[in-house]
DNA sequence: GTCTATACACTGATAGAC
DNA sequence: GTCTATCAGTGTATAGAC
């Protein structure tokens, strides 16, 4: 066996464990609940022993803060198109996209996010008093900008990005009764872009931003 | 203290104790999920010793179980309006003012529902292949109708079930998220009446189900 | 039908050799 | 940095007196 690749320092080590313990404690947490998910099973999927999450993470609680944490930062990210859109069909159309992409590519995230709201937030409520606060006056200001513009029709804009948040994750969170509902399989390239569709040409024409009627 | 009333017979005593049990389970699983759930918790809820949970329900899965049926039967009875309608504009408005309704009265069995099925569905997956199958394919023969006789638009029935899921069921799942958006206060009559109306509104417009445009 | 005491399994976390 | 062995605590479930 040829030697070719230099043995990994204890840095790259410590990171390339720490990002195979995050990915692995994700789709455990997502699948089983924080009380449901255990240390083992985490261990297991990451190819380490149990101990050595201990190691890397003091406690399971700090792990799932980590992952949590992690989600969080994807979820914000997913609103930049909002901002640097001239109205709501670009703006709003393209969040849909990025949020149902999202939904797509890491349903597991959006999973850990939903048992964490659900459970009251114990461990980021401090996260929804500030960073998320925050976030949503300010896309809510870009709304009613639109709306004084006369860009769409004088609709609540906080009860619009709730129904935009509920859409999308809907995806995710609700994926196994969706593909059930699916004969079992996963939803297909065409599908999700069926879903897409139907979710911005309702939306849209609902606020009136759009000329379709 | 005068004995008014008759002793309880024992099988009302049973039904009583059942009544308690399961309502005060439906909070802890809502709360901490099936894992972070404890007999302890519960019985602690219901005022009984912890052996006496055992005595009505043999597993904590067995409680489980009967919590998630119940609430899948209030999940179906909520679409007795959409059938009965002459159209979208009465059947979807009255099926999401319903929804809604729910979510409101009874957050923590949509809670419990929610998590049931991120987690891949473990306790009612039969229910979710035969039962939930045949009303959704109902459902959707009946929007197919009214686009077929020009009520509304030609939308994606499924699509659009799904949305209306997500959108009203968000207000339950969600709802300590929307608590801290709304400084901490859970919504006022005013607030509930201000979403239905506007996911209503959004809706039916967007399915071009109304003339408001 | 009720309740105390307890058996038995499992979990998170740690100690200590390598 | 890794891993085996193990502890202390907690959970579900049951036995048996009342």
């Known amino acids: 066996m040829p030697q070719t690749a230099r043995p990994l320092s204890k840095k790259e080590i410590r990171q390339e464990n720490e990002r195979v313990i995050l990915e692995a404690a994700e789709k455990v947490f997502a699948e089983a609940g924080f009380g449901g998910a255990t240390m083992q099973l985490i261990a297991d999927l990451a190819g380490l022993p149990k101990a050595n999450l201990h190691y890397y993470f003091p406690t399971k609680e700090a792990l799932y803060r980590e992952v949590v944490q992690k989600i969080f930062q994807n979820w ?32 597991a995230g959006s999973k850990v996010w939903a048992s964490e709201v659900m459970h009251r937030a114990p461990v980021i409520q401090d996260y929804l008093e500030t960073t998320l606060v925050e976030w949503t006056d300010g896309r809510m200001a870009v709304i009613q900008r639109w709306i004084d513009e006369g860009k769409m029709d004088p609709i609540d804009p906080r009860h619009l990005l709730y129904m935009l948040w509920a859409t999308t994750q809907h995806y995710a969170d609700f994926g196994h009764q969706i593909e059930t509902l699916n004969d079992g399989a996963a939803l297909s390239d065409a599908q999700w872009e069926a879903a897409k569709a139907t979710i911005k040409s309702i939306i849209l024409a609902g606020i009136g931003a759009t000329g379709r009627h």
Not at 83 to 102: C, H, L, S, T
Request: charged fraction near 30%.
């Open 76 to 107: 914000l990210k997913a609103a930049d198109a909002f901002d640097e859109a001239p109205g709501p069909v670009e703006g709003i159309g393209a969040y849909i996209d990025a949020k149902m992409e999202i939904s797509r590519q890491h349903p």
